[in-house]
Nanobody, 120 residues
Framework: QVQLVESGGGLVQPGGSPRLSCAAS????????????MSWYRQAPGKERELVAD????????TYADSVKGRFTISRDNAKNTVYLQMNSLKPEDTAVYYC?????????WGQGTQVTVSS
């Protein structure tokens, strides 16, 4: 089954620019990574999980939450089965656990999340 492992989180100063990665594996024959849409979500303490960014299977279409538009960039490398989230100009309110999700039709799979804390 599909497995997703996020990395790249940690303690970041305001204004910092970390890049999160999500490495995917376990795809069944005929259902390669390149056939899945990929998303990044985040969940801050006491808040609901929210969609941060999404990228289509080919990478040709991306969408962003208004709160991160212009600061975050989602991308993917289908040859490496990896999706990235480049985060720039981080603010304290970006502090959250960041999750990646693979989705294809009615199927979706979540990673375990990586903590990003923005603080001086």
């Amino acid at each position: 089954q599909v497995q997703l492992v996020e990395s790249g989180g940690g303690l970041v100063q305001p204004g910092g620019s970390p890049r999160l990665s999500c490495a995917a594996s376990g795809f069944a024959s005929g259902f390669a990574f390149s056939t899945y849409g990929m998303s990044w979500y985040r969940q801050a303490p006491g808040k609901e999980r929210e969609l941060v960014a999404d990228i289509s299977s080919t990478g040709g279409t991306t969408t962003y939450a208004d709160s991160v538009k212009g600061r975050f960039t989602i991308s993917r490398d289908n040859a490496k089965n990896t999706v990235y989230l480049q985060m720039n100009s981080l603010k304290p309110e970006d502090t959250a656990v960041y999750y990646c999700k693979a989705h294809r039709g009615y199927y979706d799979r979540w990673g375990q999340g990586t903590q990003v804390t923005v603080s001086s």
